[in-house]
């Protein structure tokens, strides 16, 4: 069936650099692409979404980019602190549906 | 505090009994969604209302499985004769739109001994 999955279960950066978090997915009529946070306990905090008429959208210290020719999503964070640190997941749908379909996360470590 | 809210965050229950929660959405987000999470993987999606019509299930929703939105606000979660398969954090979230951003609540975790 359609999925999304992630390249890396677990990304290791130094405070203050930067961090990229990629994303695969398979679903071709995927239109609506986000990023989620989530901390210990909590539950998944959006970060960042993104349309697939966009390759790229800027937030505060990160930014989503979107290839839709090769399917590949990614999250970059810059001046990664270790407020940072969480599992991070990306979530796509597509105008078929309703809800998102998550993939099974990235976690971030932040090392001081 | 205007996020959405689930009730209670934890609830230890003892296999076969029955359990319910609760999700109250934000405010004038009309689109409710329950996902189900365990350790290490993504949610995932198990049902979705728009108002109080509950328009899909997902075929994780099993019979044992039943959600209501009665009046369009707050809904309920509840697992009869749970077994320890249930065990999952259960999380709500809310959108304004078909296509805007999914907030969620802080989940409930369930453990079924």
């Known amino acids: 069936g359609e999925s999304v999955g992630l390249h890396l279960p677990t990304l290791s950066v130094q405070e203050g650099d930067n961090s990229i978090i990629n994303c695969a997915y398979s679903?071709?009529?995927?239109?609506?692409f986000i990023w989620y946070k989530q901390e210990s306990g909590k539950g998944p905090q959006f970060i960042i979404d993104?349309?697939?008429?966009?390759d790229k959208r800027q937030g505060q210290r990160v930014t989503v980019l979107l290839n839709k020719t090769v399917k590949h999503l990614s999250l970059q964070i810059a001046a990664t602190q270790p407020g940072d640190s969480a599992v991070y997941f990306c979530?796509?749908?597509?105008?078929?549906?309703?809800?998102?379909?998550f993939g099974s996360g990235t976690r971030l470590q932040v090392q001081p | 505090d205007t996020g959405v809210s689930q009730n209670p965050r934890h609830k230890i229950t003892k296999r076969g009994q029955n359990v319910t929660f609760r999700c109250d959405p934000i405010s004038e987000h009309n689109r409710l969604y329950w996902y189900r999470q365990t350790l290490g993987q993504g949610p995932e999606f198990l049902t979705y209302?728009?108002?109080?019509?509950?328009?899909?299930k997902s075929r994780l929703l099993s019979d044992r499985f039943s959600a209501e939105r009665p009046k369009g606000s707050f809904s309920t979660l509840e697992i009869q004769r749970t077994e320890q398969g249930d065990s999952a954090m259960y999380l709500c979230?809310?959108?304004?739109?078909?296509?805007?951003?999914?907030?969620f609540g802080q989940g409930t975790r369930l453990t079924v001994v």
């Open positions: 679903n071709s009529a995927s239109d609506y």
């Open positions: 993104i349309r697939s008429n966009m």
């Open positions: 979230a809310s959108t304004r739109g078909l296509d805007t951003e999914a907030f």
């Open positions: 209302f728009q108002n109080e019509a509950q328009l899909e």
């Open positions: 979530a796509e749908k597509d105008t078929g549906r309703r809800a998102l379909t």
